[in-house]
């Protein structure tokens, strides 16, 4: 899945700005964000790639 160059830009601060209802959005925006970013981060752990290379100490 391509990664949205606007889910990205637009921060979990800057989100204060907009309606409750933009942030109910954002927020399911940043979830899906980080479970992806979790999944990606686990696959290169076992690739042993330095995405957290804390964990391969």
């Not at 606007?6 to 979990?12: C, L, V, W, Y």
């Not at 109910?24 to 899906?32: K, L, Y």
């Amino acid at each position: 899945m391509q990664p949205h160059s606007s889910a990205t830009a637009i921060g979990r601060g800057t989100a204060r700005r907009f309606s409750s209802k933009h942030r109910a959005f954002q927020d399911r925006v940043w979830f899906i964000h980080k479970f992806h970013k979790d999944r990606i981060v686990g696959l290169n752990d076992d690739l042993r790639l330095f995405v957290r290379p804390e964990r391969n100490t």
